[in-house]
DNA sequence: TTGTAGGCGTTATCAG
DNA sequence: CTGATAACGCCTACAA
């Protein structure tokens, strides 16, 4: 369990009770004394209910040490002036926000729109929030750049932050460190430092899809990956280390060209293993990504290339949505759900100090068997 | 353009120039009196740079009525110390957040997994939100619930309100009004009422996907709609009041049984129209959203139903989406990166007045023509 | 052009 | 158990 306080709700759940009158009060309200909706403060409940701020604070906080007689009279008051604590002043008062910095880089939240990794991983992360009672906040920057973060931390409008693993700088982590910012990365494996990170491992991940195809007897197998500006995102380059090695563990040899980088964009991405399969056509397939397997897969089809009778693919991704798709796809499974939900929690327990150390976890990935990979005859 | 205020943001814009000087200064001042990096605030810079907490604030803002070289002073303090100023105080300050709740409601954020339409039209969102310098607040209610938006508007946490449309009560708008929030639907098109939304013409859009069919020589068109708890999202509502206006024009019948509610969880509603199609086989189908059609589509491909030899199909929504489908579809084009654009546009000119009135933003749709209709033979 | 002082709405620390 | 009172960090008249 989160030791995450949750006293700030306690207000918020008796409200709920008392629908009818707190409407009432309301609407009663805007359209009585004031034109513009003037804003019920701690003071005017404490006022109506004959105390002092102090006591109210102390009733909406669900503090022990208040009389049963004056809460209930508290709890009246706040009903009829329909008073709801103001998050910013608590915020500023407590030196704590309740919120989540989300960051996505631009490029990132650009791709968003075909990708299905996004939105899955911000459901796992907003089903902790949720529950934990914090509210996420979108935050696009440049991604490699320290002195964003720094800005944003210390304008204190976060908790903490979720980073969505990628290209980033790095010595983003050290620096973060340096600052005692809490946070936490996500699909960023680095065994070299130790930072926080939620990540499943992908060096394993590229060997078990490496020696799937291997066993099933293939030989000419390639490894397509999303190329960004010319170069290749860290979680790759470890798969392609775990490919190398059902390579070598299979006492075959590797080689540079068994590796091809594919535009990320639908749109080149399709033209150019258009081009890439008119020159080579391997019998086995692995796909980094959802945007990528889609696209080789509607080219398959438009160049009528029978999976997995000519060739057999394997892809990287949540097994959930390579399941919906046509043919479904055998997919080394990222459970992206699940990175988004962990590094929420993660993140929680350092924000509340349960863990101070650098506390990476990474899942071992798992291969989901289905009807895209067959045995060479 | 809009008239938002862009001060808030020289601070940012002066700290990018003096990277390097920054990180020093930020590393030194940890390693050096403090263990915990305490947050440097304006009275620090103020001391430094031997002025007041006024004069400093007029410089972050970029008051006119400071001296050059003061605010050099003042600037180089900044730098020295690395300062930002505190987002929370500031609003507290000014009754003002620059953030935006994105109002989701849970249904649907569990939705988005397999849903394309919640990121396109976030990625339209934070474009205008980034451009604009308002961060996005993601908020998940159970979405009826008026004295959820009350709440979080009270608690001053955002200056307004994105709200996703969907099965929400029909009175939230009124609500909303009242309370003098700034609010906008985004795809509720709801010509009854007069309130804030952006919205493409859902009538007008079944119209044309009726019309389309019929105009190839469909008799037997079916129309199918995703079903929430058991009644009909209000925009399909009016989708299926213009599918039978289309019907009326051609002087053919409607029927209440062309319109086939189908669940929208991807398992179920592709057991419902499995069983669905081996008792009724139409010629053409209409398909309300993503997720039902990329179902049906499984389905279609795994029962060998040709498409558009056998059946035609005419879908709803975003129509880059439907381009890398296979086979790609016939749209009724949504535009939904518009919506979400269009939506924050005018939302922040209804936060900074310039729009005070109920200001529906309308778009016909269009459709975009593919390979998945075909004329009867 | 700069400083002073009060306020924004809450919470926390002391007294009583 | 309850009430003053001082933070929290910034903004903004009003003075000087």
């Known amino acids: 369990m989160l030791a995450v306080s949750s006293t700030p709700f306690v207000l918020w759940e008796r409200l709920q009770e008392s629908a009818s009158s707190l409407i009432?009060?309301?609407?009663?309200?805007?359209?009585?004394?004031?034109?513009?909706?003037?804003?019920?403060?701690?003071?005017?409940?404490a006022q109506l209910a004959n105390v002092t701020?102090?006591?109210?604070?102390?009733?909406?906080?669900?503090?022990?040490?208040?009389?049963?007689?004056?809460?209930?009279?508290?709890?009246?008051?706040?009903e009829e002036l329909g008073y709801t604590p103001n998050r910013t002043a608590r915020s500023l008062a407590l030196?704590?926000?309740?919120?989540?910095?989300?960051?996505?880089?631009?490029?990132?939240?650009?791709?968003?729109?075909?990708?299905?990794?996004?939105?899955?991983?911000?459901?796992?992360?907003?089903?902790?929030?949720?529950?934990?009672?914090?509210?996420?906040?979108?935050?696009?920057?440049?991604?490699?750049?320290?002195?964003?973060?720094?800005?944003?931390i210390q304008r204190h409008t976060v908790d903490g932050f979720l980073i969505l693993g990628g290209p980033s700088n790095p010595k983003l982590g050290s620096d973060l460190d340096k600052l005692k910012v809490p946070y936490v990365f996500i699909g960023k494996h680095d065994p070299a430092a130790e930072h926080s990170y939620v990540s499943t491992d992908n060096e394993e991940g590229g060997y078990i899809a490496g020696k799937h195809l291997i066993e099933l007897g293939h030989s000419e197998i390639r490894f397509m990956v999303g190329e960004v500006k010319g170069s290749l995102l860290s979680h790759n380059i470890e798969r392609i280390a775990g490919f190398k090695r059902?390579?070598?563990?299979?006492?075959?040899?590797?080689?540079?060209?068994?590796?091809?980088?594919?535009?990320?964009?639908?749109?080149?991405?399709?033209?150019?293993?258009?081009?890439?399969?008119?020159?080579?056509?391997?019998?086995?397939?692995?796909?980094?990504?959802?945007?990528?397997?889609?696209?080789?897969?509607?080219l398959l089809i438009d160049e009528g290339i029978a999976v997995p009778e000519e060739m057999s693919i394997v892809s990287f991704g949540d097994a959930q949505f390579f399941r919906n798709t046509r043919p479904s796809l055998t997919?080394?499974?990222q459970s992206v759900e699940w990175l988004g939900k962990t590094a929420m929690e993660l993140l929680l327990q350092r924000i509340s100090g349960e863990v101070s150390y650098p506390s990476p976890i990474v899942r071992k990935p798992e291969i989901v068997l289905r009807g895209s990979t067959k045995k060479m005859r």
């Not at 022990?64 to 009279?73: E, F, I, S, Y």
């Not at 990794?117 to 907003?126: D, S």
């Not at 964009?265 to 889609?294: C, Q, W």
Request: charged letters at 20%.
């Open 95 to 152: 030196g704590k926000t309740n919120v989540i910095g989300f960051v996505v880089s631009e490029q990132q939240i650009s791709d968003v729109v075909s990708n299905p990794f996004f939105p899955t991983v911000l459901k796992g992360i907003t089903t902790v929030a949720n529950r934990e009672g914090y509210n996420i906040l979108l935050l696009s920057l440049s991604g490699q750049d320290i002195k964003s973060y720094r800005e944003i």
């Open 331 to 333: 997919t080394v499974s």
């Open 246 to 298: 059902a390579f070598d563990e299979a006492g075959m040899t590797f080689a540079e060209h068994l590796v091809v980088k594919v535009p990320t964009d639908i749109e080149s991405g399709y033209h150019f293993m258009k081009s890439y399969l008119a020159k080579d056509r391997p019998s086995g397939l692995i796909l980094s990504n959802e945007v990528t397997s889609m696209t080789c897969l509607n």
């Open 53 to 78: 701020k102090s006591t109210v604070s102390r009733v909406v906080n669900d503090s022990p040490l208040v009389n049963d007689k004056t809460k209930q009279r508290v709890w009246k008051a706040i």
């Open 24 to 45: 009432m009060a309301s609407s009663g309200y805007a359209g009585g004394n004031f034109m513009k909706s003037k804003k019920v403060t701690i003071l005017d409940v």
